[in-house]
């Protein structure tokens, strides 16, 4: 393979232009990404072309896109996989800014809902909180969620309900519940047990097929409508609200 034509999405609300691929030939080096060949098409073929991306290396998050019908990121996705046709589309659900970004305000409001951060009511200890082993183990791989989107474009309930709140934001209030120095669950389960919460979720297991770095929010969303049954049950005693 000496060359790969890359198929683009290109759209520009505010122009009142109509979306469509624009289609360019980018010669093929070997170990090439998706993003590097987006990379070439903007500094040598077309710098017009809008796209989002930072770290190239899988950490960001930035460069989530839908990739020959899957959403990847394009900085871990090689060309030499996919073969000599490309084509490329934004996050779905999200509006579109330009071309190939997106306007993410939405997937963040969602995610704040389940404050995505650790809630200490217990004493908090002067220095640091110490973690025995044992538990930050019950955090592996959830921990490794870079907020790409990924999971919230290939989620057909977003389609239907558009305040369903989200697997992102599902996985994240799981990984900060699974934490033994949180004492927050009681707050976030009022908001996940509730009308745009997990109780919406049709198992699809879209989320977990796509995710980047193999994070299983079907499983998350699984822990926290027990969780939520569990609470409802225990009188919201909230010392019995952990897994
Ligand atoms: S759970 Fe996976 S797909 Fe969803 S935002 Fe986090 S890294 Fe991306
Ligand atoms: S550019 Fe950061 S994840 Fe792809």
Not at 90 to 108: A, C, N, Q, R, S
Not at 116 to 131: A, C, D, G, M, T
Not at 154 to 175: E, L, M, W
Not at 211 to 221: R, T
Request: proline share 4%.
């Amino acid at each position: 393979m000496d060359r790969v034509i890359f198929e683009v999405f290109r759209f520009i609300p505010e122009e009142k232009s109509e979306p469509h691929f624009d289609r360019f030939e980018v010669p093929y080096t070997k170990g090439m990404t998706v993003l590097q060949g987006l990379l070439y098409i903007q500094s040598k073929l077309d710098g017009s072309l809008g796209l989002r991306f930072a770290c190239r290396a899988g950490i960001c998050g930035s460069c989530a896109m839908h990739i020959n019908g899957v959403y990847r990121l394009a900085c871990e996705t090689q060309v030499s996989l996919l073969g000599e046709h490309i084509r490329v589309r934004p996050l779905g659900h999200l509006p579109i800014i330009k071309d190939l970004v997106v306007d993410m305000t939405e997937f963040w409001e969602k995610y704040k809902l389940v404050k995505p951060y650790l809630i200490h009511s217990k004493n908090v200890p002067e220095k640091e909180f110490l973690q025995s082993v044992d538990d930050r183990e019950k955090l592996t791989r959830i921990v490794d969620c870079i907020l790409c989107g990924a999971c919230y474009a290939a989620c057909p309930v977003v389609d239907t309900h558009k305040d369903y709140i989200g697997p992102h934001a599902f996985a994240k209030a799981n990984r900060f519940i699974r934490d033994s120095r949180d004492d927050g669950t009681f707050e976030r389960l009022r908001i996940i047990g509730g009308e745009d919460g997990v109780f919406r979720c049709h198992t699809v297991f879209s989320c977990q097929e796509v995710c980047p770095k193999e994070i299983n929010a079907s499983g998350s969303i699984a822990e926290l409508k027990m969780l939520t049954t569990k609470a409802a049950f225990t009188a919201f005693d909230r010392s019995k609200l952990k897994m």
